[in-house]
T-cell receptor, first 110, second 112 residues
Framework: NAGVTQTPKFRILKIGQSMTLQCAQDMNHNYMYWYRQDPGMGLKLIYYSVGAGITDKGEVPNGYNVSRSTTEDFPLRLELAAPSQTSVYFC?????????FGEGSRLTVL | QKEVEQDPGPLSVPEGAIVSLNCTYSNSAFQYFMWYRQYSRKGPELLMYTYSSGNKEDGRFTAQVDKSSKYISLFIRDSQPSDSATYLCAMGKGAGSYQLTFGKGTKLSVIP
């Protein structure tokens, strides 16, 4: 079992560029989440999904978009990257009340 | 006042020490409480999960919840260098982790 897989692990973007962070899970979980983690700031929820075709905003959704066409995949799209989006991004799926996290994607916007 | 307050540390202790990690909260709607452990450059992983006031023990780890004081703690007995990590408290108001609020995390180092 791979669990939750995130790609890429590292990425440097220039201001104004766009990119997609990929997330896939093989546990057949309906609920999936995207968080960002800034130093000393804990985890902030960006978007979440309760199943294929259903997504909703979290605490900090501005500058991001998501889609959920399958149970397995939950990509996060960054449009017009800004330095404020420099962070570590974690994807998670939920099973039995427990969050299972990927290893994170470190994004730097210069 | 923030909903969840957690001292970010860092906290450094000698191997074998008892460690106490704490979070306070202001919202009485929180019904369940979790501790996640996060090793450097890894995703968090669930360590302890409890609904009610009182203590819950799992090996060297004890989670304590005091709803009347709005205070939760994680105790680590006989701490080991492998316990060196950041510990995040998390609290939920209802079903679904989209309702979780995380603390900022406390970075713990256990020195051999």
């Amino acid at each position: 079992n791979a669990g939750v897989t995130q790609t890429p692990k590292f990425r440097i973007l220039k201001i104004g560029q766009s990119m997609t962070l990929q997330c896939a899970q093989d546990m057949n979980h309906n609920y999936m989440y995207w968080y960002r983690q800034d130093p000393g700031m804990g985890l902030k929820l960006i978007y979440y999904s309760v199943g294929a075709g259903i997504t909703d905003k979290g605490e900090v959704p501005n500058g991001y978009n998501v889609s959920r066409s399958t149970t397995e995949d939950f990509p996060l799209r960054l449009e017009l990257a800004a330095p404020s989006q420099t962070s570590v991004y974690f994807c998670a799926s939920e099973g039995g009340g427990e969050l299972f996290f990927g290893e994170g994607s470190r994004l730097t916007v210069l | 006042q923030k909903e969840v307050e957690q001292d970010p540390g860092p906290l450094s202790v000698p191997e074998g020490a008892i460690v106490s990690l704490n979070c306070t909260y202001s919202n009485s709607a929180f019904q369940y409480f979790m501790w996640y452990r996060q090793y450097s450059r890894k995703g968090p992983e669930l360590l302890m999960y409890t609904y009610s006031s009182g203590n819950k023990e799992d090996g060297r780890f004890t989670a304590q919840v005091d709803k009347s004081s709005k205070y939760i703690s994680l105790f680590i007995r006989d701490s080991q260098p492998s316990d060196s990590a950041t510990y995040l408290c998390a609290m939920g108001k209802g079903a679904g982790s989209y309702q979780l609020t995380f603390g900022k995390g406390t970075k713990l180092s256990v020195i051999p």
